[in-house]
């Protein structure tokens, strides 16, 4: 695996359990090789990114862009995955963490799953693909010792 976390923010605190929920994330879906990029950013940043990108102009707390969206390629053996990018507003993520009750910690680790999972292909459009995708969230970060209030 090959993950580069990018701290266009400043974020100081400490962020090395990531690796483990990102490693524990692509184990539970089979993917043994792979290249993710996240990046935190401002508030500005990432409004200026959803309205670039998405057409919507304002502050959201996770964006991620899939490669696998826009190329097809043919993987053999050996080959690693260029999964995409997952911004994370930083400055979201810790109103988030206080407004629902748990640590920063499990806030960060929450988004970094659910923008590594949308890379992979699950979204939330419905009722039922909510369910799988929040579903799915929950089991890998209370796998990883990372629960809600914590």
């Known amino acids: 695996m090959d993950i580069e976390i990018i701290n266009e923010f400043g974020y100081q605190e400490e962020y090395d359990y990531l690796y483990q929920v990102i490693d524990l994330t692509l184990k539970?879906?089979?993917i043994e090789n792979a290249i993710?990029?996240?990046v935190f950013v401002s508030e500005a940043r990432i409004q200026e990114i959803n309205q670039n990108y998405r057409h919507i102009d304002?502050?959201?707390d996770v964006i991620s862009?899939?490669?696998?969206?826009?190329?097809k390629l043919n993987y053999g053996d050996n080959t690693v995955r260029p999964l995409?990018?997952?911004y994370i507003c930083i400055p979201r993520m810790q109103e988030q963490a206080v407004m629902y009750g748990h640590s920063e910690k499990r806030e960060l680790a929450f988004l970094t799953v659910h923008g590594l999972l949308h890379l992979l292909g699950?979204?939330?459009?419905n009722k039922e693909e909510e369910k799988v995708m929040f579903d799915r969230q929950e089991l890998i970060l209370n796998?990883?010792?990372i629960k809600r209030g914590n």
């Open 28 to 30: 539970k879906e089979n």
């Open 84 to 86: 995409g990018e997952i």
């Open 58 to 60: 304002r502050v959201t």
């Open 65 to 71: 862009f899939a490669f696998e969206d826009y190329v």
């Open 122 to 125: 699950y979204d939330h459009m």
């Open 143 to 145: 796998e990883a010792n």
């Open 36 to 38: 993710v990029s996240i």
